[in-house]
C-alpha cells in the first residue's frame, strides 16, 4: 500500500478540458519507414551539430551523423540504415517557416543496427557518463529538448537530496507519456535508478497526476519488480500546469525554486519520464535516441500513439490516425503550449510529443469582440475588487480609533460607501 505523502500547492491554474481518452484506448504502435527520413541536424536547446556524413553515403540504424558542436549540444543519429541523399536546407518543424540543415536518408528496408555495447557507467567518471549522455543524443522529451547530459549533475553539493521524475502529463491531448508509462515502466524505473545513483539522489519522487491510475499502477508495479530503493510513486492532483518542472518541485517537495536559479541549487533536478527511458536505453542498451512516442490527436478518425523515427514527416504520422476532412492546422505540442506547423511535410523531431490536428470546429480562433469583451469585463472586476478593498481598509482604521458622534457618521458613510462597491462586485 503506497504510503501518504505531504503534498504542497503551487498558484494559479486551471482545468482545462484534457480531451485524453480517445488516444488511450489502443497500445503504442510502431509507425511504418517512410520513403525518405529528413533528419535535422540542430534538435535541440545550444550549438548546432555538425554533420558527418555526405551524399552519397550508406549509414546504419543508430549511426552517429551530427556531432556535438561544444559542451552545450547533443549528437544526432540515423533513424534506420539506408543511403544518404542530401545534406541541405529543409523546412523546419516550426511555425517561422524557415529551413535548417538536415541529412536526408533514402532507408534501404533493412532496418539495419549498429553494432550496440552496453555503457560501462558504474566504473566510468562522472564527465564520461555526461559525455555518454550527450553522445547518445538525449535531450528533455517533455518538450524543452534541453541537452541531457548537463542536468546529470549533483550540483555544488555533490549530491541530491531529491531527483524528481516528471510523469504529470498536465497539457490537454498529449497521452504518450501516460502510454509509455503503462507499457514501459521498467525501463522508466531502471532509467530512474541509473539517475538516482549518478547525481547520488536521496530519493526519487516519480510524479503523475490523478488521472492517470492505470500508469499509477503500471509504475508502482514495475518499482516492486525492479526492487529499487527509494524510487516512490507519488500521485499528485491534477491541474494545468502541474507538469512545469517548477510547479512539480513545488508539489512534490515544497521548494520554490525563483526566477533565474538552478533546481540543483537547492538540491533538486527533474527529468520527464521519456527521457529516462532513453537514458536507461542508452546506458544500459547501448542505443542512441533515434525514436520517441508521439500522440496523433485532435480532429483526427483514430488518435492513437506512435514510436516514431526522427526525420519521418508529420504526414505520414497523421495519415495513420485518418485526418478528417475538415482538418485546417496542425500543431506540435499541445493546444496550451504548441504551435502551428508551416507544412504537413516537416519532420517527426526530438520535441514532437504530439501532433493534434485542428479544425475551425476544435480551435475555433476568439474574434477580436471576445478578446475586448473579456478585457473590459476583467478590467471592470479589478476595479471593483480594489475600491471595496480601500474601502473595507478604511473601515478598520476608523473602528479601531476611539468614536463620537462625528466619528460615527463619518463610519455610516463609508459603510454605505462599502455596501456599495460589494454591489459592483460581480457575485
Known amino acids: 500500500m503506497a504510503s501518504l505523502r505531504q503534498l504542497f500547492k503551487f498558484h494559479g491554474g486551471v482545468k482545462p478540458a484534457y480531451n485524453k481518452e480517445p488516444s488511450l484506448a489502443e497500445p503504442i504502435g510502431i509507425a511504418p519507414l517512410p520513403a525518405e527520413l529528413v533528419i535535422p541536424?540542430?534538435?535541440?536547446?545550444?550549438?548546432?551539430?555538425?554533420?558527418?556524413?555526405?551524399?552519397?553515403?550508406?549509414?546504419?540504424?543508430?549511426?552517429?551523423?551530427?556531432?556535438?558542436?561544444?559542451?552545450?549540444?547533443?549528437?544526432?543519429?540515423?533513424?534506420?540504415?539506408?543511403?544518404?541523399?542530401?545534406?541541405?536546407?529543409?523546412?523546419?518543424?516550426?511555425?517561422?517557416?524557415?529551413?535548417?540543415?538536415?541529412?536526408?536518408i533514402a532507408p534501404d528496408g533493412k532496418d539495419e543496427w549498429i553494432e550496440r555495447q552496453p555503457v560501462p557507467w558504474r566504473s566510468m567518471s562522472p564527465d564520461e557518463v555526461r559525455d555518454a549522455v550527450r553522445d547518445a543524443g538525449l535531450v528533455g522529451l517533455g518538450g524543452a529538448v534541453?541537452?541531457?547530459?548537463?542536468?546529470?549533475?549533483?550540483g555544488k553539493k555533490g549530491k541530491l537530496d531529491t531527483l524528481v521524475i516528471n510523469g504529470a502529463e498536465c497539457e490537454p491531448f498529449i497521452t504518450c507519456d501516460d502510454m509509455q508509462m503503462r507499457e514501459q515502466g521498467e525501463g522508466i524505473v531502471r532509467g530512474a535508478a541509473i539517475l538516482r545513483d549518478l547525481t547520488?539522489?536521496?530519493?526519487?519522487?516519480?510524479?503523475?497526476?490523478?488521472?492517470k491510475p492505470e500508469a499509477i499502477a503500471a509504475m508502482r508495479a514495475a518499482v516492486a519488480q525492479v526492487g529499487a530503493e527509494r524510487i516512490e510513486i507519488v500521485a499528485v492532483p491534477t491541474r494545468y500546469?502541474?507538469?512545469?518542472?517548477?510547479?512539480?518541485?513545488?508539489?512534490?517537495?515544497g521548494i520554490e525554486?525563483?526566477?533565474?536559479?538552478?533546481?540543483?541549487?537547492?538540491?533538486?533536478?527533474?527529468?520527464?519520464?521519456?527521457?529516462?527511458?532513453?537514458?536507461?536505453?542508452?546506458?544500459?542498451?547501448?542505443?542512441?535516441?533515434?525514436?520517441?512516442?508521439?500522440?496523433?490527436a485532435g480532429n483526427v478518425l483514430r488518435p492513437r500513439n506512435y514510436v516514431v523515427r526522427f526525420g519521418t514527416p508529420m504526414r505520414d504520422v497523421i495519415a495513420l490516425a485518418g485526418p478528417k476532412p475538415d482538418s485546417d492546422r496542425i500543431i506540435m505540442g499541445g493546444p496550451m503550449m504548441g504551435f502551428a506547423m508551416p507544412s504537413a511535410d516537416v519532420p517527426v523531431v526530438k520535441a514532437t510529443?504530439?501532433?493534434?490536428?485542428?479544425?475551425?470546429?476544435?480551435?475555433?480562433?476568439?474574434?477580436?469582440?471576445?478578446?475586448?469583451?473579456?478585457?473590459e469585463e476583467r478590467e471592470k472586476q479589478e476595479k471593483a475588487a480594489k475600491l471595496a478593498a480601500k474601502a473595507a481598509e478604511t473601515k478598520a482604521k476608523l473602528a479601531a480609533a476611539a468614536t463620537s458622534p462625528e466619528d460615527e457618521a463619518k463610519q455610516a458613510l463609508i459603510a454605505a460607501t462599502v455596501e456599495r462597491a460589494k454591489q459592483q462586485v460581480p457575485s
Open 41 to 104: 541536424l540542430h534538435q535541440s536547446i545550444g550549438g548546432v551539430p555538425h554533420p558527418l556524413v555526405k551524399a552519397g553515403e550508406t549509414v546504419k540504424k543508430g549511426q552517429l551523423i551530427g556531432g556535438p558542436d561544444g559542451f552545450v549540444s547533443s549528437a544526432v543519429h540515423a533513424s534506420t540504415s539506408g543511403l544518404v541523399k542530401a545534406v541541405e536546407m529543409r523546412l523546419m518543424p516550426h511555425s517561422s517557416g524557415l529551413s535548417a540543415l538536415c541529412v536526408v
Open 146 to 154: 534541453f541537452p541531457s547530459h548537463l542536468k546529470v549533475n549533483p
Open 200 to 211: 547520488q539522489a536521496g530519493q526519487v519522487l516519480i510524479g503523475i497526476e490523478d488521472n
Open 241 to 253: 500546469p502541474a507538469g512545469g518542472a517548477k510547479q512539480l518541485i513545488r508539489v512534490l517537495t
Open 257 to 296: 525554486v525563483p526566477h533565474g536559479k538552478r533546481s540543483t541549487d537547492y538540491g533538486v533536478q527533474c527529468f520527464n519520464t521519456g527521457t529516462v527511458f532513453g537514458v536507461y536505453e542508452a546506458l544500459e542498451l547501448g542505443q542512441p535516441l533515434i525514436s520517441r512516442v508521439v500522440t496523433v
Open 353 to 375: 510529443n504530439c501532433i493534434p490536428v485542428g479544425s475551425k470546429a476544435l480551435f475555433p480562433p476568439p474574434s477580436r469582440y471576445e478578446f475586448r469583451m473579456a478585457r
